[in-house]
């Protein structure tokens, strides 16, 4: 079975692709990441082998990798202030409008997990082969995730 031209493979699979990147790294920054998702994807596609796995989960895990180096690349950048507080200020609470931020609390393996479930309607199947873990430990990653938030919004 020879593989599908790419553009049908990104007519297919773009939706997805985008939810699980925003749902990772925000808006301002998918649309980064996407773009550099699907240029992975255009040069490796001619190695993919025909019999592969999923095509789907093979670019989810590229769009895995992508929001991963946005994410470090993003801690290691310092955040100018014009004065240095003497304490931190308190967690703020978590509001409707405050899902995003409280999904980005989350730690990286949790929100990860949640993104592929929710986000781009993964199974957990995928999930666990994007996150290279057992079946078992995404479903409590998702459970984790889901509890974590739960506990925010009871506050």
């Keep these: 079975m020879a593989l599908p031209p790419f ?3 990104l007519d297919r699979h773009a939706e ?3 939810r699980l990147l925003r749902a990772m790294v925000g808006a301002q920054a998918a649309e980064d990441c996407f773009q550099e998702t ?8 001619p190695r993919l082998r025909p019999d592969s796995s999923s095509p ?4 989810l895990t590229i ?7 946005h994410l470090r690349a993003r801690a290691r950048r310092p955040i100018p202030v014009s004065v240095l507080p003497e304490r931190p200020a308190p967690p703020a609470e978590v509001a ?3 899902l995003w931020a409280a999904v980005d609390a989350l730690p990286p393996k949790q929100r990860t997990a949640l993104a592929l479930r929710y986000a781009a309607d993964a199974p957990y199947e995928v999930v666990a082969a994007v996150m290279q873990t057992s079946e078992p430990a995404a479903r409590r990653n ?3 995730a ?10």
């Design 7 to 9: 553009q049908v493979l």
């Design 38 to 45: 699907f240029l992975a994807a255009l040069r490796a596609y």
């Design 96 to 98: 409707p409008d405050g």
């Design 63 to 69: 769009a895995h990798h992508k929001a991963i180096d």
């Design 56 to 59: 789907r989960s093979w670019l």
């Design 142 to 144: 998702v459970h984790e």
């Design 16 to 18: 997805d692709v985008w």
């Design 146 to 155: 889901i509890k974590r938030l739960r506990e925010e919004y009871q506050r």
